[in-house]
């Protein structure tokens, strides 16, 4: 019954940025954790970032850190990343994940549930 929907994708200039947004449903864990996760055309999938509800702390893939952030809303059932100073390599689909447990990972097998995935397209 998990259900992690995506959204904010687009089309934006290097320099600039997006807001993508993970809504949740059906996903009563107390203790979880969502990751963010790209994929290239042509290339594997890689980890971006990650939150853990235990403490709320949270993790950056070196190509992004200090650039993009992940936050959550617990009302809404919702985990952003905001994305700034985008650059074309940035370009992807983006996807979250979430697995009913306390964890601060960004290796792909460690979640249970996946969203669609969102396209992000940087132009030059």
């Known amino acids: 019954e998990v259900q992690l929907v995506e959204s904010g994708g687009g089309l934006v200039q290097a320099g600039g940025s997006l807001r993508l947004s993970c809504a949740a449903s059906g996903f009563t864990f107390d203790d979880y954790a969502i990751g963010w996760f790209r994929q290239a055309p042509g290339k594997e999938r890689e980890g971006v970032s990650c939150?853990?509800?235990?403490?709320?702390?949270?993790y950056y893939a070196d190509s992004v850190k200090g650039r993009f952030t992940i936050s959550s809303d617990n009302a809404k059932n919702t985990v952003y990343l905001q994305m700034n100073s985008l650059k074309p390599e940035d370009t992807a689909v983006y996807y979250c994940?979430?697995?009913?447990?306390?964890?601060?990972?960004?290796?792909?097998?460690?979640?249970?549930?996946w969203g669609q995935g969102t396209q992000v397209t940087v132009s030059s």
């Open positions: 939150i853990s509800s235990s403490d709320g702390s949270t």
């Open positions: 994940a979430a697995v009913g447990r306390s964890l601060l990972s960004l290796v792909t097998y460690e979640y249970d549930y």
